[in-house]
């Protein structure tokens, strides 16, 4: 298993939440001090590089037009954290490629960042959340098609390498497409792909041999998709996909006080005011998901909105939340990875809100000495898998 850190670069020097209505996409930009915001900039990659030197690999994200994430370009920082770590693994996570308009200037993107870190890169793409779809001007239904249409043709231009190929698709139109620089690792980097729980699309990303990630679901969700994933790959003659990954909030410390107040600290990226209207543009979600959350369904007791109000306690026990002392740690990772039927990647959310740089240093470094060790050899899916079938 490999651990990632991670945080969305936070701008949390706000107005009191009763002063406004939305951290995203309606917040004045009035209320972003860039003599702050620079500082803030400079501290987080600096926390990167202090992950990567404690034996972590890395991931970074984008979101636009809201507070709870300034890492508004993520190819720029992770071509930074490119040039300036050693070792750690650099997943960007992703590329909201149904809200550019050029998949192949993200291609581009992305083989350059391969070379600069001498193939470090692993390359990740999203749909783009929902209230994303206003600050980009995209049509809500034809998101999750664009994702899939920009993902293939990024991977088309890696793997051509004999000159210049037309591309005529629904979003996308091409005449000569010949990409300069390639990936350095062959035939391209690993591919991620995210921000979707429609079992179909996980699916697929199963049958190319993609890595499949889910952020904050509770166990039960994301139990459902890794087994959507691993039935796909077993349909397909696959022999386990790209793998399967998972992300909570982490915090670590000596004792539980302490760990228990990180936690909450953290807790402020699962608060982030929304107005409803931003959260569910139509045709974004199937009509057949928003009839059964009208209802009321058994599952939509456990939905990410719903883990927002309900207390740190129950949202460790959901999944969403991992803290505690490194042996305690352990045990809910491990559990975890029984619940949902294992994984190869923990993404970790390990700075947010107003958590400062010491304590976000101090919980890299616990995790690094005290957990890591002891999760690092748990098996992946392919090896599980093997297992499973073998007995």
């Not at 990936?183 to 499949?212: C, E, I, L, M």
């Not at 969700?221 to 386990?240: C, H, I, M, S, T």
């Not at 936690?263 to 009839?291: C, D, F």
Request: hydrophobic share 40%; with cysteine.
């Amino acid at each position: 298993m490999r651990a990632w850190y991670f945080t969305e670069m936070p701008y949390p020097h706000l107005p009191p939440l009763d002063t406004f209505s939305s951290m995203r996409v309606t917040l004045p930009s009035k209320h972003f001090d860039p003599k702050i915001g620079a500082d803030l900039y400079n501290r987080y990659l600096d926390e990167h590089m202090i992950a990567d030197e404690a034996g972590l690999d890395l991931m970074v994200n984008e979101h636009h037009q809201t507070a709870t994430c300034i890492d508004v370009a993520a190819p720029l920082s992770l071509a930074i954290l490119a040039r300036q770590t050693k070792n750690a693994r650099l997943c960007i996570l992703g590329n909201p490629i149904a809200n550019r308009g050029d998949p192949i200037r993200i291609a581009e993107e992305m083989a350059m960042i391969d070379c600069i870190s001498h193939g470090r890169l692993e390359a990740g793409f999203v749909r783009g959340v929902p209230y994303e779809t206003f600050a980009a001007n995209t049509i809500p239904g034809e998101t999750l098609d664009r994702l899939w249409e920009g993902v293939d043709l990024c991977v088309k231009a890696w793997t051509t390498t004999d000159g210049p190929f037309n591309f005529e698709g629904r979003f996308t139109h091409k005449r000569a497409i010949n990409l300069w620089p390639r990936p350095y690792q062959t035939p391209h980097p690993p591919v991620w792909v995210t921000g979707s729980s429609d079992v179909g699309s996980v699916r697929k990303a199963a049958s190319k041999g993609f890595v499949f990630a889910t952020f904050l679901q509770p166990y039960e969700k994301v139990r459902e998709l890794f087994d959507a994933y691993r039935g796909a790959y077993v349909d397909n003659g696959q022999p386990g996909g790209g793998g399967l990954a998972f992300m909570p909030l982490m915090y670590v410390a000596d004792n539980e006080a302490d760990a228990e107040a990180g936690a909450r600290e953290l807790t402020w990226y699962m608060k982030a005011k929304v107005e409803p209207q931003l959260r569910n543009p139509p045709g974004y979600v199937p009509v057949a998901a928003n009839i059964s959350a009208l209802r009321g369904t058994p599952a939509g007791s456990r939905t990410n909105d719903a883990l927002r109000e309900v207390t740190l306690e129950q949202q460790r026990e959901a999944g969403v939340v991992m803290y505690g002392t490194p042996d305690q740690v352990v045990a809910q990772i491990k559990r975890e990875y029984e619940r949902v039927g294992g994984f190869d990647h923990l993404l970790m959310m390990m700075q947010a809100g107003f958590l400062d740089h010491k304590r976000t240093v101090s919980n890299i470094n616990l995790f690094a000495k005290e957990v890591y060790p002891q999760i690092r050899n748990m098996l992946g899916t392919r090896a599980l898998m093997g297992q499973q079938a073998a007995e």
